[in-house]
């Protein structure tokens, strides 16, 4: 494990940026001064000396020397996502020899890299971090010589003559006889007005295990009643003086696995607001102050606190997706396999003469798993289930146009 240091005030937004991406590609660092309070920009020093003043992530990922441009002209599978999902068809695909490039937009792990502790993924009786089991995944891809492309974006994608070739955000443009999409899903907004200004000031989607260390001795909200928001509270009861969770139904137990409700309710520092929304957030620089309101009195609270976490859910990543021929639900997930047959318009496209493989979509060789494919069951487990599912099925698809 790496160790940098990092100069400047730990609770501004560009700090929070760089402490989130660090905890979650599982790079150590520590804080030179825990409380600092400047306005100096953000500086990182790494482990041969060198210092940036204000860098990108792409500086420093520069600097750890991650790769920055794919090697080859062609590969015989594209990977988009490095979530469980997209982690768990790298290491398959490329232990079964297939020239393999695993692009990633954001850092390694997904929305599991954010959750602080995943205690019921096979294997790990005594939970593993996010951070720590997809830094595992990574390094087995690598073993088995995949490549991976981090803080690249996949942004359009067309099809020519049985290959896929997909523009990311930068100009580069990778070329492959099969993708693999694995891009999940993105977190939700609560959809207050002044959401922006607060982002990273108080206000944070998901709840990075990086803040954790930060709400020491504070009071905190998280919103959600799902398991995302369960495991936050848990984790962050350890740290925080009193953790509220905000949910809008009257109980957990819908929303929540059981050992979790069981958790919560056995740990003396959360407290669960049930029926109540947040309305409205206040503050100046940073957030202070929160409102919430009971759903079914209409009661309306005032709480003082400085951090607010959202963990409600979200939306899949397919915008890219919008005016190609790969089929989508309503809500923006994939479909595939057997639920393309009874969407609109998929057996006028569809050409070859065999039914599309259950992750297959509406295009053949273009394969998604994990959370963004509708009907995927949203868990760790099976997105790493659906990766490797996914490369048998490749394997298929490529026997036959080759
Ligand atoms: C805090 C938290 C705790 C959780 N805890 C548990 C748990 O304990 N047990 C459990 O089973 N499940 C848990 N889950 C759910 C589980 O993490 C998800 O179901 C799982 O991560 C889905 O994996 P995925 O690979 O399909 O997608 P994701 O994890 O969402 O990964 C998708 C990746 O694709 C990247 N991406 C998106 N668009 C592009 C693009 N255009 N180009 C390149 N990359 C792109 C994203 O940056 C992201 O890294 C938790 C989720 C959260 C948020």
Not at 147 to 167: A, D, H, P, T
Not at 327 to 354: A, I, M, S
Request: proline share 4%.
């Amino acid at each position: 494990m790496k160790k940098l240091r990092l100069y400047g005030c730990p609770d501004s937004p560009e700090m929070y940026t760089i402490r989130d991406y660090l905890q979650r590609s599982v790079v150590g660092y520590e804080l030179a001064n825990p409380f600092d309070r400047s306005d100096a920009p953000p500086e990182v020093e790494f482990e041969d000396g060198t210092r940036l003043i204000n860098p990108s992530l792409q500086d420093i990922a520069n600097q750890l020397g991650w790769l920055a441009k794919p090697r080859y002209d062609e590969y015989d599978l594209a990977i988009y996502g490095a979530g469980p999902a997209g982690l768990s068809a790298a290491v398959y695909a490329a232990s079964e020899g297939l020239k393999t490039i695993l692009v990633e937009r954001s850092a390694i792990g997904g929305q599991a890299g954010t959750s602080s502790m995943i205690e019921n993924y096979l294997g790990f009786p005594e939970g593993i971090a996010g951070a720590q089991l997809a830094d595992r995944a990574r390094q087995q891809a690598l073993k088995f010589g995949a490549e991976i492309l981090l803080l690249k974006e996949g942004v359009s994608v067309c099809f020519k003559e049985n290959r896929i070739i997909v523009e990311l955000r930068d100009g580069t443009v990778i070329r492959s006889k099969a993708n693999i999409c694995a891009t999940g899903v993105e977190y939700a907004r609560l959809e207050l007005p002044n959401e922006d200004h607060f982002l990273y000031r108080g206000l944070y989607y998901g709840a990075g295990a990086s803040e954790a260390t930060l709400c020491y001795d504070k009071d905190i909200y998280i919103v959600g009643g799902g398991n995302m928001a369960g495991q936050a509270a848990i984790y962050f009861s350890g740290f925080a003086r009193k953790v509220y969770l905000v949910v809008r139904r009257g109980n957990l137990s819908s929303t929540l696995s059981d050992y979790l409700v069981k958790r919560i309710k056995s740990v003396k520092n959360i407290e669960v607001i049930y029926h109540t929304e947040v309305t409205a957030m206040d503050g100046d620089r940073e957030l202070q102050q929160i409102k919430l309101k009971h759903n079914i009195t209409g009661d309306e609270s005032l709480r003082e606190t400085g951090k607010l976490f959202v963990c409600i859910g979200g939306d899949p990543n397919t915008d890219w997706a919008i005016n190609t021929p790969l089929l989508r639900c309503k809500k923006g997930y994939l479909v595939t396999g057997n639920d393309l047959l009874k969407h609109d318009g998929f057996r006028e496209q569809w050409q070859p003469d065999r039914l599309p493989f259950h992750l297959e979509t509406s295009v053949p060789g273009f394969f998604a798993v994990g959370d963004v494919r509708y009907g995927s069951v949203k868990r760790v487990a099976s997105a790493v289930g659906d990766g490797a599912m996914a490369v048998t099925q490749v394997h298929q698809y490529l026997s036959d146009i080759i």
